[in-house]
């Protein structure tokens, strides 16, 4: 493993606990309006400065990103699950209920993924829940997609007839090799898709229709941020840069796991 | 190759038929009923039982579903998709005036992106892990990692607030689509330096390469003639992709900048939960996005001469 | 400086770096061709054959490091600048592939393949290099009407076909063919084989041929070249191989000829990976003696026959 995977490691282990111990990193409530203070640059009491209200930003901040990365996880990791279930259900069973099921994913793919997530977010109301169930609804169907052809080019695997031919349960057979062999690309897609689910959501929220204020979060903070940009620029500078750690220490570890994966030997050998 | 498309129409008319009934259905996602939103938004009150079954009755939502979507069906094919609840437009009108704004910063924005992406890509892949191909890696992950919508806030903040050269916002005069145009050009140019790095390095470890090579070619004419053909067909495929996310997938940088677009004028309408709007709008990007995808597949299957019409996908060797 | 010679290597030793360690293919490898003659290298798969026909013109990846002489007309090419280099190589060196498919370009009209060769050697107007192309594809004996189609529309003995006309587009001195063969039928073989074998009498050119066929061996070679672990094993004109071959390894191969059904020779080939104390042909070897364990073979020279082998006795 290279350089790469362990900077994104630490890069991820400092995000969780910005994420999951965010309350006690946090200096202030984050929805502490003080109108006294408000649009304050840094300060010793305040270090990344105040809001439009008089809140402390980095206790916004840290609120924020545990926000944003929470939805991102559930999004991915529901989608996964549901695109688990439809995908080996229709890979096992094959015949017409495989068609139909296909039929109703590629439906589901059939639209461009943003208009249908704004969609549906606009007709159930902007709120943090509804834009995490939007997203499930738009993203689930090509986790389903690529569940199934893991499982139909595992089922024909050599080994499985074997194993069956030998007299090995079938069902066995399957759950012990196929299951597998389908968690690998699966979990690795997965990964993969948190950086992306994350920027949705913040692009969401950014035009009205994800998280509400004043619950803090980052697309949301850099849309209200928008009115004060030439008075404290530092308003959206911050969220943003923090976004773009967020989906860079998954993007790097991403990439170094690519590198790692590669059959780097053999393409050196070239024989 | 006539075949081929009419085969792919074909398969097409159940997906769209389930595509439309899905769009339509949208509206059922809401815990208010069509009529509550709808009067709603027109007496701005709740409105009582008595102006519900009234409107119900109207506007046939006291039909069974299926017949409400029929009739919307046969409406939407006749190009009438309603009007707007807010200001009481077309749909349609409002569709192609968008789909407009949309296609210019979308088309000059990718024109852009390539334009970058393609040099530093294969300049990347062809010194590969050299200290170009770092940099350009490295580059290339840290751009992908920034929001378009805050690198369009970046470029205002320097070019409009502190330098003070470019409109910030509009869509009155020339200037206007610059910063959008750099904002989704530069983020849309990162990904794709990948893409072109990747694909190129691909094709430059097949035999037909070392072939070239032993031809006598030079570098350049090997990358120029081999590699750039071949390396062109994912990219291609990738690149018209992205062209057909320009309906939606310039949103947050559209409403950043008070672009007419599609995605800042769909993002409004499902911001006021505007029903004939978000139905018509989700089957139209649907439809077209639809089509765009065929077209891409056989502008592909043009690059590729080893593809044969009768049987997709079965050659493909190399 | 023998005249007569045009290729001659000496000392050749190619490594390839890799992250998991160094691997030698090619130890101290000597032989030389002649204007006219087929040399054939003979081996099992993974002995190191195809490098070492690769390494003669560069086509080998940046990890392999290269070690010693390659002299091409008595020019030793094998420390030549690229730029000198490239002078050489598709003009008078020019190099043919198994599995054709994948190495001509897909999306290329053959055509125009052909003729982009004899147009990055010399410099000549469109027309020229057509006019050129369309006399090689007559000389591999494809209809002319075949210039603008694309390689998946021919099969696979005509892409071959294809392959070699590139290769000969700028009638070169020296031909590398690397199992031009293998991945044909047996009809196809003989009909690419005897078309080689006409070329070759025409230009008077020289053919380093690499296989594993010893069927190709005794019809094509003049002389042949035994491979294992990267050691060239034997080398004898063929008459004298295919009556008496001196190496066990040889002995072997033969044994396997007369009987391929039910003959094998015990043991596998060795992974590379792995460095020899003694003879890497050791293990297998059937007349191995305590010394072969700790000792490497050296090349004994016999008139025109040399032998890296421990046991046998210089005449």
Redesign the interface.
């Known amino acids: 493993m290279g350089k790469n995977f362990k900077i994104g490691v630490i890069m991820i282990l400092f995000l969780a606990i910005i994420v999951f111990a965010g309350p006690l990193i946090a200096p202030y409530d984050p929805n502490d309006v003080n109108m006294s203070i408000r649009l304050q640059g840094v300060t010793s009491a305040h270090i990344m400065g105040t809001d439009q209200l008089g809140r402390d930003l980095f206790s916004r901040l840290v609120y924020a990103t545990g926000t944003s990365v929470k939805i991102s996880l559930v999004v991915v990791i529901v989608s996964m699950v549901i695109g688990f279930v439809f995908g080996s259900t229709a890979a096992f069973l094959g015949g017409a209920v495989d068609e139909f099921l296909m039929r109703i994913i590629d439906v589901f793919m059939a639209f461009p993924t943003k208009i249908f997530t704004i969609a549906i977010a606009g007709i159930l109301g902007a709120s943090a829940f509804n834009i995490t169930l939007a997203l499930i609804i738009t993203s689930w169907a090509v986790y389903a997609r690529m569940v199934r052809g893991c499982v139909l080019t595992a089922k024909e695997m050599p080994f499985i007839d074997a194993a069956t031919a030998l007299g090995a349960n079938r069902f066995y057979t399957i759950i012990k090799h196929v299951l597998p062999s389908v968690f690998q690309p699966l979990s690795t897609f997965a990964f993969q898709r948190i950086a992306h689910t994350m920027m949705a959501i913040v692009g969401l929220s950014f035009i009205g229709l994800g998280v509400q204020p004043p619950t803090p979060e980052l697309g949301a903070m850099i849309s209200e941020s928008k009115n004060f940009m030439s008075t404290a620029p530092h308003l959206f500078i911050f969220p943003g840069l923090l976004i773009s750690y967020v989906v860079f220490s998954f993007n790097i570890l991403d990439d170094s796991l690519r590198d790692y994966w590669d059959p780097r030997i053999k393409s050196e050998l070239a024989l | 190759m006539i075949r081929y498309i009419f085969r792919r129409l074909l398969y097409l008319i159940?997906?769209l038929i389930?595509?439309s009934f899905?769009a339509y259905m949208?509206?059922y996602?809401?815990?208010s009923s069509p009529a509550q939103i709808i009067l709603q938004s027109r007496y701005s009150g709740d409105p009582t039982q008595e102006q519900i079954n009234d409107f119900n009755q109207e506007y046939g939502f006291d039909q069974p579903i299926l017949i409400q979507y029929a009739s919307w069906l046969k409406n939407a094919v006749r190009g009438d998709l309603g009007k707007s609840l807010s200001d009481g437009s077309e749909v349609l009108d409002d569709f192609i005036y968008s789909f407009k704004a949309s296609a210019e910063l979308y088309f000059s924005s990718q024109l852009l992106a390539l334009i970058i992406a393609l040099p530093i890509g294969v300049y990347s892949a062809f010194k590969a892990n050299s200290i170009f191909d770092r940099i350009s890696r490295a580059y290339s992950?840290?751009g992908?990692?920034?929001?378009d919508?805050?690198l369009g806030?970046?470029l205002?903040?320097v070019f409009s607030?502190v330098l003070n050269l470019l409109p910030s916002f509009g869509y009155t005069s020339p200037q206007n689509i610059i910063l959008p145009m750099l904002a989704l050009g530069l983020s849309s140019s990162f990904s794709l330096i990948r893409l072109v790095r990747t694909s190129v390095l691909e094709v430059l470890?097949?035999?037909?390469i070392?072939?070239?090579?032993?031809?006598?070619?030079?570098e350049g004419?090997i990358m120029m003639?081999?590699a750039l053909?071949?390396a062109l067909i994912p990219i291609v495929t990738v690149v018209g992709i992205h062209l057909?996310?320009f309906?939606?997938?310039a949103?947050?940088v559209e409403?950043?900048f008070a672009w007419p677009g599609l995605?800042n004028f769909?993002?409004k309408?499902?911001?006021?939960?505007d029903?004939p709007v978000?139905q018509g709008?989700?089957l139209l990007?649907?439809v077209f996005?639809?089509f765009a995808n065929l077209i891409i597949d056989i502008i592909c299957k043009q690059?590729?001469?080893?593809i044969d019409y009768q049987n997709e996908g079965g050659?493909n060797?190399? | 400086m023998n005249k007569e010679k045009l290729l001659e290597v000496e000392k050749l030793n190619i490594k390839f770096l890799t992250s998991i360690g160094d691997v030698n293919v090619s130890e101290n490898i000597n032989f030389h061709l002649k204007r006219g003659e087929i040399f054939c290298i003979v081996g099992e798969s993974g002995c190191g054959k195809s490098v070492v026909a690769l390494s003669l013109t560069r086509l080998l990846p940046e990890n392999a490091m290269i070690n010693g002489s390659i002299k091409f007309e008595g020019v030793d090419i094998a420390n030549l600048e690229d730029k000198e280099f490239a002078k050489i190589r598709g003009r008078k060196i020019a190099t043919i592939f198994e599995q054709p498919m994948s190495c001509i370009n897909p999306v290329m009209r053959i055509g125009n393949q052909i003729a982009e060769t004899y147009r990055a050697n010399f410099k000549c107007s469109k027309k020229e290099a057509k006019e050129q192309a369309l006399k090689k594809l007559k000389e591999v004996k494809l209809p002319i009407n075949r210039y603008n189609s694309y390689p998946h529309e021919l099969s696979g003995g005509m892409q071959q076909r294809v392959m070699i006309a590139i290769a000969l587009a700028c009638n070169p001195q020296l031909l590398i063919a690397d199992e031009p063969t293998t991945s044909l039928d047996v009809t196809v073989q003989y009909q690419i084989l005897e078309l080689l074998q006409e070329i070759k009498e025409k230009y008077n050119m020289a053919i380093l041929m690499i296989t594993h066929d010893m069927a190709v061996v005794h019809d094509m070679a003049d002389t042949i070249g035994v491979m294992y672990a990267g050691n060239m094993m034997e080398i004898a004109a063929r008459d004298a191989f295919f009556q008496q071959p001196l190496h066990p390894y040889a002995q072997e191969l033969l044994n396997v000829v007369k009987d391929p059904c039910n003959y094998t020779i015990p043991g596998t080939v060795p992974n590379l990976m792995e460095s020899f104390l003694g003879c890497p042909f050791e293990p297998r070897c059937n007349k191995s003696t305590e010394i072969c364990k700790t000792k490497k073979p050296e090349d004994i020279v016999m008139g025109k026959r040399i032998v890296r082998c421990l046991n046998v006795v210089p005449n």
């Open positions: 159940p997906v389930l595509t899905l949208l509206v996602l809401s815990p992950l840290v992908m990692s920034i929001p919508f805050w806030m970046l205002v903040y607030i470890h097949l035999n037909y070392r072939t070239a090579r032993s031809k006598g070619l030079s004419q003639k081999h053909r071949n057909t996310h309906i939606g997938g949103v947050a409403t950043m995605g769909f993002a309408a499902a911001g006021n939960q029903i978000i709008f989700v990007s649907a996005f639809i690059l590729d001469p080893r050659k060797n190399g």
